[in-house]
């Protein structure tokens, strides 16, 4: 059983590098924004990819798994939510526009 915890809590841990390395990376990237619709798409991309590491992050406080970099798992969390408020900063003001 502690083998199957140790495969789980390493794939975990890799995930959640692969998505936050999969958010920098798309969410840096300026959007092809020909429209508000594609606006809007970019923006609900890096949404789907924060509910994404907010899922991973939980399975792994769960799980247990050990935290990369020295974070605790508070503070990735918080990064999370800041990362989601300015994502949904953007879309208030695409809708005033």
Known sequence: MRR?????????????E??????????????I???AKDFAAHHA????ALAHLDLLLKIAKITE???????GEDERLALVAEARAAVCADDVREDDA
């Open 4 to 16: 199957l915890h140790d495969l789980v809590s390493a794939e975990i841990e890799r995930a959640i």
């Open 18 to 31: 692969r998505v936050i390395s999969s958010y920098q990376a798309f969410a840096s990237s300026a959007p």
């Open 33 to 35: 924004a020909t429209d």
């Open 45 to 48: 991309a890096c949404k789907a």
């Open 65 to 71: 798994v050990p935290t990369t970099g020295g974070q």
